[in-house]
């Protein structure tokens, strides 16, 4: 019989700590895979209408579009003949450069956001733009001290993401206030005007993601 608590803990697209090494071996095969199916998508024809073309078999093509099998040089040459792409297409996803961004503790680059008020230091803690993904996420470390003002009206696109580290902030999100303490994470659409409203024990720092689509 299930435990109780077990009904409610929400149920995660992605293991977060999941260190498959199968799965990591097979990163090529699934880069193949997403551009032989987007090449195909952009043609707008089927894997059964791509399988009479080129000759293989529609549970082979199934195969190699979902990261399921590794095809051969002629089997993509064949791919590239039937789709009119050059054979180097099918790997672009692979080779393109992956961003990662390490930022020492007290280095973070100060910096002002729109609408920031006295006293609000924000620390940019990276910064990675579109690329193929289409979203810019940007973490900042926030300090608020006596000299703070609390005027909450922030607003932007995109949705936040906030961790509190110290101190205690009561935090308004629209016509909603929440208390923020350590330990407490705040997740929210960052459309509705929001910021910290009084401050209640300072100094206080949080950490803020927000995320944005690029255009």
């Keep these: 019989m299930k435990n109780s608590d077990d009904l409610t803990k929400p149920v ?20 193949i895979g997403r551009e032989v199916k987007a090449y195909r998508k952009q043609h707008d024809i089927t894997v059964a209408e791509l399988a009479k073309a080129t000759g293989l078999s529609i549970g082979m093509l199934s195969k190699i579009e979902n990261g399921m ?5 002629t089997t993509l040459q064949t791919l590239a003949h039937a789709l009119s792409v050059p054979l180097t297409s099918f790997f672009k996803r692979f080779e393109e450069n992956r961003e990662a961004v ?17 006293g ?10 579109a690329n193929m993904s289409g979203v810019i996420v ?8 006596e000299a703070s ?14 961790y509190m580290i110290e101190g205690e ?12 303490k350590p330990g407490d994470s705040f997740f929210f659409d960052a459309d509705a005007p929001h910021g910290p409203q009084k401050h209640i024990k300072l ?13």
């Design 12 to 31: 995660l697209s992605q293991d977060p700590h999941k260190t498959n090494r199968d799965k990591r071996e097979k990163v090529l095969e699934v880069a």
């Design 69 to 73: 099998t590794s095809p051969s040089l």
């Design 102 to 118: 390490h930022v020492k503790s007290g280095e973070g680059l100060e910096a002002d956001r729109r609408g920031t008020r006295a």
């Design 120 to 129: 609000h230091q924000y620390n940019l803690l990276g910064h990675i733009g």
């Design 138 to 145: 940007e973490p900042y470390l926030i300090t608020l001290t």
């Design 149 to 162: 003002d609390t005027f909450p009206e922030f607003q932007h696109d995109g949705i936040e993401f906030i």
């Design 169 to 180: 902030v009561e935090y308004r999100h629209g016509d909603r206030t929440f208390i923020l």
């Design 203 to 215: 100094p206080a720092r949080y950490l803020s993601i927000i995320s944005y689509p690029a255009s």
